[in-house]
């Protein structure tokens, strides 16, 4: 197929796009380049710079490849920023995802795979989490993104639109040749390896008296080929209707375990201070991923810590700055 990828220049789009390259699809990235690369997008692969926004630009870009489908990664995703900055979330996220429809009508284009994030769930009642829980996000950003969910879901009633929202836990990892460079870094992993590297300072771990079995908070971590794996399949089952899938390896790892995962990847000491909680924090959020295993066969290739940590150590210390902009 080929398919147009908004954010392909970002961590997670530029694994997605050699993902669905590799798979044998058409691939044309389009980013704003507001926090992707240009150098995260392969050689060969066309790049079109154009903001989502701007709907008249998105559909002569589809027109002119004769994009078939869309996977749209493009947004901006900082849970905290978009509590202080709630306008430039709706504008970016739901503005920009609406244009990108707009356009895909226009255009023709009747096939979408959408990011979105475990951040809709909010405080969850239980985990694992299944796609059945309530939704109750806490942040401007996780309200953007269930919104989108809900247009998809009218929009494919109304138009036909084919839909896959996929609501990641935590991206983490790297491939050889892409991996996490976000400026600032708010990711754990890889601010844990800076401050290894001591190019960050030492991580601040916020909270040791958690209800968790060491007192710090768990999240699911999943290693972005496999997050990749999962937009190509997600692509391929793409029919009338929609759906909405978790993506998490589903055991989850407290911070503390993280810590010990870098020193023993790394062999060195990570430098650590603890602070206190911060708010909005969950204690534990773990995806339940049977879903999407049950319907296209997912699952997680890397589920193992060491191995997240180790890709992305590999990366941190190929790419000390990060990509060459
Ligand atoms: N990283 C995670 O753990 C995580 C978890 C859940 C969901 N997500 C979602 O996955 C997607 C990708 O996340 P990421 O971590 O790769 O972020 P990223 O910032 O690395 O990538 C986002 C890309 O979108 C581009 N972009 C942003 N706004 C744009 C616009 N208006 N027009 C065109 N391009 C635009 C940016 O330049 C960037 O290349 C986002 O939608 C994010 O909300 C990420």
Known sequence: MRVLVTGGAGYIGSAVTRGLAAA??????????????????????????????????????????????????????QVGTSVREPRLYFDNNVRGALSLLDAMLDAGVGKIVFSSTAAVYGDPDQCPIVESAATRPKSPYGDTKLFIEAVLARYGEAYGLAHTSLRYFNAAGALADAGEDHRPETH????????????????????????????????????VADLARAHVLALDALSTGGRVYNLGCGGGFTVREVLASAGRVTGRTVPVVFGARRDGDAAELIASSTLIGQDLGWK??????????????????????????
Not at 310 to 316: D, V
């Open 24 to 77: 044998g699809h058409e691939v044309v990235v389009l980013d704003n380049l507001i926090t992707g690369h240009r150098a995260a997008v392969p050689v060969g692969v066309p790049f079109a710079l154009v903001d989502t926004r701007n709907t008249s630009e998105m559909c002569r870009t589809m027109q002119t490849y004769r994009i078939e489908a869309v996977v749209h990664l493009a947004a901006i995703s």
């Open 188 to 223: 754990l992993i890889p601010l844990v390896l800076q401050a290894v590297l001591g190019t960050a300072p030492p991580i601040t771990v916020f909270g040791e008296d958690y209800p968790t079995h060491d007192g710090t908070c768990v999240r699911d971590y999943v290693h």
């Open 300 to 325: 997680p290739a890397h589920p193992a810590l060491d191995d997240i940590v180790a890709s992305a150590w590999e990366w941190a210390q190929t790419h000390p700055n990060g990509y060459p902009d």
